[in-house]
Nanobody, 113 residues
Framework: VHLVESGGALVQPGGSLRLSCAASGFTFEHYGMSWYRQAPGKERESVAYITSFSGVTDYEDSVKGRFTISRDDAKNTVYLQMARLKPDDTAVYFC???????WGQGTQVTVSS
């Protein structure tokens, strides 16, 4: 199982960013996928989740209405579209396959002017 995140960057407050997570080594379409984040000095927290097949989504309260998780099973990729970014969104963002307990290496998102 291999998860590789990309798309992290330095962005100004109010800006947008899209993270990608490319998956391999398992039948991607059969598994729900999550995005987590970990800010400096804080515990890792769940940000968003998307089920397999039906694509039902769930979000942490602070990102509802700003972040959108989606998946492309043909590309074995899960995305996190982030809008109206705030400095509090600064963190390392991780892709996670909960059932497999697999993690990516993370991608840094910094929101700062």
């Amino acid at each position: 199982v291999h998860l590789v995140e990309s798309g992290g960057a330095l962005v100004q407050p109010g800006g947008s960013l899209r993270l990608s997570c490319a998956a391999s080594g398992f039948t991607f379409e059969h598994y729900g996928m999550s995005w987590y984040r970990q800010a400096p000095g804080k515990e890792r927290e769940s940000v968003a989740y998307i089920t397999s097949f039906s694509g039902v989504t769930d979000y942490e309260d602070s990102v509802k209405g700003r972040f959108t998780i989606s998946r492309d099973d043909a590309k074995n990729t899960v995305y996190l579209q982030m809008a109206r970014l705030k400095p509090d969104d600064t963190a390392v963002y991780f892709c996670h396959a909960p059932t497999l307990d697999a993690w990516g290496q993370g991608t840094q998102v910094t929101v700062s002017s």
